[in-house]
C-alpha cells in the first residue's frame, strides 16, 4: 500500500492521526418502540477504515445511517445520546443536518445515480454548495472522477446517463458523488455486496486509497472484505456492540466468543 | 445439521423428527430418495394430478384468448364503423377534405350547405390543453405535497379525496360549471361567461386526478436510495425535490399531462354545458364557442342516419378516434424514453 497522494501529506499536518474524527457516546436508536441500537461507545479515527461487522439485523445499519442524520427521513425513527464532530455534539436538536451531510458523505448499497448525466451527478453536490464557474466544476469533476478511477472510462461520455453504466461503474461513480462535496468522513454501506467481484475488487482498492484522507466506516457482510480493506473492526449483534479492536485481533484473537463464533461461521 | 443429513441411521429419523423438518428437504431428497418419497418430500407427481393440472393450464389458455379476441374485434369494429361512416361523408357525400378540416362555416342545413370543422377542431384543442395548463402545475404540487412534504396526510385524506374528484359525474361537474364559474366570468369579464375559459376550468379539475394520481405513483415508485442520495450530499428538501426527483419523474408526468389531454379532448356532457355551443371561432376565450365532443352530442338527434348532415358528425368522430390514437402514440414515446 503505497502513501502516495500529495494531499494526504496536508492531511496528516493537519489532523493529528489517531484522534477521533467521529465519535458515538451512549448512542440508542428506536424505531418506535424497538430499541434497534442499544448504548453503543464507539469513535472512528481520521485516516483509519473501520469496518461494521454482524448479522443481518443487528443494527449496524441503521447506526451507520444514524451518523450523518439520515435516519431523520425515516418516520418514526429517533436518537438518543450523542454524536460528537470536533467537539460538537451533531445529534442535538439544533444542528445544521444539511451542512452536517456535507461533511459526512454516504455510499449504499445499492448503487443511486441521480437520473442524470454522468457530470451532473459529480456536479450536483458542490453546485449547491455555491460553485458556480464551469471550469472550478470540470476540475472537481476530473479530480472526482479521477480518484474514483473512472475517469479513463467515462472521459468521452460525460454527458450520457449515469444509469447506462454498469453496476461497478454507478457504484464508483456514486463514490465520485460523495467526495465531491469534500466530506471529512465517509459512512460505506455495503458498497460492494450488490457488485461481481471484479468491481468488488476495484471498490476496495479504492477504499484503500481513500483512507488516506479520509475517516471511513464500512458496513459489510464479507468477513473477507472487512479483513482486507479495515484497520479496526467492530463486531455488532442484536443492537449492541459487542466487541472493537484492531482488525487483525478481531480476526485472529477475538476476546469474546460471540465474535469467535461469527467470524468463524458457527452462527449468523 | 451434518447428523440429520445422515441417512445411514434409521433410527435417528422417528428419533428427532423435528430437527429433520428443519433441515431443508433438498440435500434429505437427495440423501435417501427411497424414504423420502413415502413421506412425500418430492415424490414423483401421480399421472391424475398431473392431467387436471394441464386441464387447468387449457382451460385458462382457452378462457384468456377469447377474452383476447373479443377485445380486439370490438376495438377494430369500432374503428371499422367510425372510419366507414366517416370517411363516406367524403367518398359518397362528396365533401371535399380540404372545406371540412380547414373551413370555418359550419352549416349543414344551410343553402348552400357548409361543413367546416375547423372551429370544432380549435375549439376542443384549446379547451383540452389550456385545461391542461391550469391542471398540471396544480396537480404536479399536490403530488410533491403528498409524497414528499406530507406522505401521512396525503395518503389518508388526499389521496381518497382526489380519487373521489374522478367519480363525480360529469353532468355535476357540468352543472357546477354552469351555476358557478360561467356566472363568475360573466361578472368580471365582457360576454356571456360562456366559453372556452368556463370549459377550461371546468375540465381542468375533472383531469386533476388523472393527472395527480399519475404524478403521485412515479414518485413514490422512485428508488428511496435516490432521494438519500441527495439528502446526503447535503441537498435541503427542496433542492432534492426539485433537483434529484423532478427530473427522474418527469417523462411519468408528461404521460399524465398527455393522458390528461385525452380525457379532456373527449368530455362531452359538462363541456357542452358551458361552452354555449356557437360554431365559429371565437375571438376570445370567453365567447361561445364550440368542440368536436358538443357538437356530436347537439346535433346527433336531428339527423338522419345516411344522410350527408349524418355523416358529416361520424367524420368529426373519426377526428376524435384519430387524436385519441395520436395521444396513445404520445404516451407510448414518452413511456419508451423513461424507461431509457
Known amino acids: ?78 436518537a438518543k445520546g450523542s454524536i460528537w464532530l470536533d467537539g460538537e455534539d451533531i445529534n442535538a436538536p439544533g444542528t445544521d443536518v444539511v451542512s452536517l451531510r456535507q461533511r459526512i458523505g454516504m455510499v449504499w448499497q445499492k448503487p443511486n445515480p441521480f437520473y442524470k448525466s454522468i457530470y451532473e451527478n459529480v456536479a450536483f453536490g458542490p453546485r449547491y454548495h455555491g460553485v458556480r464557474n464551469k471550469r472550478e466544476l470540470d476540475e472537481i469533476v476530473e479530480s472526482c472522477l479521477r480518484r474514483t478511477a473512472l475517469w479513463d472510462e467515462t472521459k468521452d461520455r460525460l454527458n450520457q446517463s449515469a444509469l447506462a453504466l454498469s453496476g461497478g461503474q454507478q457504484q464508483r461513480l456514486c463514490i465520485a458523488r460523495a467526495l465531491s ?88 | 445439521m451434518k447428523a440429520t443429513l445422515d441417512p445411514a441411521r434409521p433410527g435417528s429419523e422417528g428419533a428427532e423428527p423435528t430437527s429433520r423438518a428443519e433441515a431443508s428437504s433438498e440435500p434429505r431428497a437427495e440423501a435417501s430418495p427411497a424414504s423420502a418419497a413415502p413421506s412425500g418430500g418430492t415424490p414423483p407427481r401421480p399421472t391424475a394430478r398431473r392431467k387436471s393440472r394441464s386441464g387447468g393450464e387449457w382451460f385458462g389458455k382457452t378462457y384468456t384468448l377469447i377474452c383476447v379476441a373479443v377485445l380486439i374485434v370490438t376495438i377494430f369494429s369500432i374503428v371499422y364503423f367510425v372510419a366507414s361512416k366517416g ?13 371540412f378540416l ?22 376542443s384543442f384549446v379547451t383540452s ?30 389521496q381518497p379525496v382526489i380519487e373521489l374528484l374522478a367519480g363525480i359525474p360529469s353532468v ?27 370549459g377550461a376550468v371546468v375540465l381542468s379539475i375533472m383531469i386533476l386526478p388523472t393527472i395527480t394520481t399519475i404524478a403521485t405513483d412515479a414518485m413514490s415508485n422512485l428508488p428511496r436510495g435516490l432521494k438519500e442520495g441527495s439528502y446526503a450530499l447535503g441537498a435541503t428538501r427542496w433542492q432534492t425535490i426539485s433537483r434529484s426527483i423532478l427530473p427522474a419523474v418527469i417523462p411519468s408526468m408528461l404521460t399524465g399531462v398527455v393522458l390528461g389531454i385525452a380525457r ?16 365559429h371561432i371565437p375571438s376570445s376565450l370567453f365567447e361561445s364557442a364550440s368542440t368536436l365532443t358538443s357538437v356530436i352530442t347537439l346535433s346527433m338527434g336531428n339527423t338522419i342516419m345516411g344522410q350527408v348532415q349524418n355523416n358529416v358528425l361520424w367524420s368529426l368522430a373519426l377526428v376524435l378516434l384519430v387524436m385519441t390514437f395520436v395521444f396513445v402514440a404520445i404516451v407510448r414515446v414518452l413511456e419508451r424514453r423513461s424507461l431509457r
Not at chain 1, 2 to 29: F, M
Not at chain 2, 87 to 99: A, D, I, Q, R
Open chain 2, 87 to 99: 370517411l363516406s361523408t367524403f367518398f359518397v357525400n362528396g365533401v371535399s377534405l380540404k372545406e
Open chain 2, 102 to 123: 380547414f373551413g370555418t362555416k359550419w352549416a349543414p342545413d344551410g343553402e348552400p350547405q357548409s361543413f367546416g370543422a375547423l372551429p370544432f377542431i380549435t375549439g
Open chain 1, 181 to 268: 462535496v469534500q466530506p471529512e468522513i465517509l459512512l460505506m454501506d455495503e458498497p460492494a455486496s450488490a457488485l461481481d467481484p471484479v468491481s468488488t475488487s476495484k471498490i476496495e482498492e479504492l477504499i484503500s486509497e481513500l483512507k488516506q484522507e479520509y475517516c471511513i466506516v464500512i458496513v459489510t457482510h464479507n468477513m473477507g472484505q472487512a479483513a482486507r480493506v479495515s484497520d479496526k473492526t467492530a463486531f455488532f449483534y442484536m443492537g449492541n456492540l459487542i466487541e472493537h479492536n484492531e482488525t487483525n485481533v478481531i480476526f485472529t484473537n477475538p476476546e469474546k466468543k460471540q465474535t469467535d463464533d461469527y467470524i468463524s461461521g458457527r452462527f449468523g
Open chain 2, 264 to 279: 379532456a379532448f373527449g368530455e362531452a356532457l359538462a363541456v357542452q354545458m358551458v361552452i354555449g355551443n356557437a360554431p
Open chain 2, 172 to 198: 355535476v361537474y357540468g352543472f357546477v360549471g354552469l351555476t358557478v364559474i360561467v356566472p363568475f366570468f360573466r361578472a368580471i369579464f365582457p360576454g356571456q361567461g360562456l366559453g372556452l375559459a368556463a
Open chain 1, 1 to 78: 500500500m503505497a502513501i502516495a497522494a500529495p494531499s494526504s501529506a496536508i492531511g496528516a499536518s493537519t489532523r493529528p492521526g489517531g484522534s477521533a474524527a467521529l465519535a458515538a457516546e451512549q448512542l440508542s436508536i428506536f424505531y418506535g418502540e424497538k430499541e434497534a441500537v442499544k448504548k453503543v461507545d464507539l469513535s472512528f479515527a481520521r485516516g483509519s477504515v473501520t469496518a461494521l461487522i454482524g448479522p443481518s439485523g443487528c443494527g449496524k445499519s441503521t447506526f451507520l445511517r444514524s451518523l450523518n442524520r439520515m435516519n431523520d427521513t425515516i418516520a418514526g425513527a429517533s
Open chain 2, 129 to 158: 390543453i389550456l385545461a391542461a395548463c391550469i391542471s398540471a402545475p396544480l396537480a404536479f404540487c399536490a403530488a410533491i405535497f403528498m409524497t414528499e412534504l406530507m406522505p401521512k396526510f396525503g395518503k389518508r385524506v388526499m
